[in-house]
Nanobody
Framework: QMQLAESGGGLVQAGGSLTLSCAAS????????MDWFRQAPGKEREFVAA????????FYSNSVKGRFTISRNNAKNTVYLQMNNLKPEDTAVYSC????????????????WGKGTLVTVSS
């Protein structure tokens, strides 16, 4: 089993920035690609960003491309999501997830999930 614990959520004004962290334990972190997903109230969960095992490849949804940056530190077993120029429509619970070996951008492709952290963007 892999345990994932997100942190860094909170309330921020539109145009502001937040950095989310996801700490992993229980499995060899570097063998997993990592993703961020989000779920807004009343909406389905959606893909936000993904990063390959070594960090050399990143992927973003069109809605966050150019504003969010995913990164990882395999020595610290942690993946990050730097969010800039936040908009009210970014309000959601953000969850990190792990997929063994290969990158996936779909929920079905994930092996492990964190519980999520709430990001609220006020207008």
């Amino acid at each position: 089993q892999m345990q994932l614990a997100e942190s860094g959520g909170g309330l921020v004004q539109a145009g502001g920035s937040l950095t989310l962290s996801c700490a992993a334990s229980g499995r060899t972190f570097s063998t997993y690609a990592m993703d961020w997903f989000r779920q807004a109230p009343g909406k389905e969960r959606e893909f936000v960003a993904a990063i390959s095992r070594g960090g050399g490849n990143t992927f973003y949804s069109n809605s966050v491309k150019g504003r969010f940056t995913i990164s990882r530190n395999n020595a610290k077993n942690t993946v990050y999501l730097q969010m800039n120029n936040l908009k009210p429509e970014d309000t959601a619970v953000y969850s990190c997830a792990a997929s063994y070996d290969v990158v996936s951008t779909t929920s079905d492709g994930m092996n492990y999930w964190g519980k999520g952290t709430l990001v609220t963007v006020s207008s």
